[in-house]
């Protein structure tokens, strides 16, 4: 009954604000971190952004090459780490999916923050796959040759104003990423309520799944750095820092915002 709560008080939001009723369409937006409203599928597309990654799942494209990121990340690294790890990630999601047709219909988002509605028989696979695919997709968009060193924009601003500096916040993301035991990852997110946060996740955890819009991460798994770094993390997350794109992550910040205007204030 508990759960059903926030589901009734957004289906009583649509009826008696918007005069519109749920549909089957709109309905897999409704989650239990983010209570959002969909009036058509033309919202559908500003809610989902750049997160619109539906079945059938495939690599995204590099958009530079595997030894653009030298020195910090060495060539054979990128190669295994993209066409391997994250290769059998989009394989084994798609394997997954392939017996439910009616999970094929909604975006990967969906799928990781609804993980106990899933079957029982993929949750797990889902939850591993699905989130390695959608934290890698992030992953390979915020890195670039000769990176930008520091924030632009608005997110320049806020992370200021937040953190205190900058270099308070890297030092407060490398902490983050220290710290995970084993693997995982350390997130720059957005809450629902517009405020940034450092946080990590265990294993390939999304954090979506804690109701945070990811920004951006660093991919603390050994398979990222053991071939060049070897056991010496912290000489790996200083050099993450030489090759980030700010540039895209002021854009998942100005995406984020749209999606958070998007929301339904139901408390
Ligand atoms: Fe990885």
Redesign the pocket.
């Known amino acids: 009954m508990i759960e059903i709560i926030p589901i009734l008080k957004t289906f009583y939001f649509s009826i008696v604000l918007n005069g519109y009723l749920l549909t089957s369409s709109n309905f897999e937006n409704l989650n239990k971190n983010l209570y959002v409203y969909v009036k058509d599928k033309e919202d559908i597309k500003v809610l989902r952004g750049g997160d619109m990654i539906m079945y059938p799942y495939k690599l995204p494209e590099l958009t530079y090459s595997y030894d653009a990121l030298e020195p910090y990340i060495d060539k054979e690294t990128m190669e295994i780490?993209y066409t391997k790890?994250?290769g059998a990630y989009v394989n084994n999601l798609n394997s997954a999916l392939e017996k439910y047709p009616y999970l094929q219909n909604y975006c990967l988002v969906s799928l990781l923050t609804n993980l106990n509605a899933l079957p029982s028989d993929i949750r797990d696979s889902v939850r591993n796959n699905g989130g390695?695919h959608l934290?890698?997709s992030l992953?390979w968009e915020i890195l670039k040759p000769n990176g930008s060193k520091e924030p632009v924009g608005e997110l320049a601003k806020l992370i200021n104003e937040t953190f205190g500096s900058f270099n308070n916040f890297k030092e407060q993301l490398n902490k983050a990423a220290l710290s995970r035991f084993g693997s995982g990852w350390a997130w720059l997110v957005l809450d629902k309520f517009g405020k940034l946060h450092v946080i990590s996740t265990p294993n390939q955890d999304s954090p979506y799944m804690d109701g945070f819009i990811p920004l951006m991460g660093v991919?603390v798994?050994e398979?990222?750095y053991y071939l060049k770094y070897q056991n010496k993390r912290a000489d790996y997350l200083n050099a993450v820092w030489n090759v980030l794109n700010w540039d895209v992550i002021e854009q998942k910040y100005q995406e984020a915002k749209q999606k958070l205007n998007q929301l339904v204030k139901t408390s």
Do not use: S
């Open positions: 780490h790890h994250h390695g934290n890698h992953w991919d798994w398979h990222a």
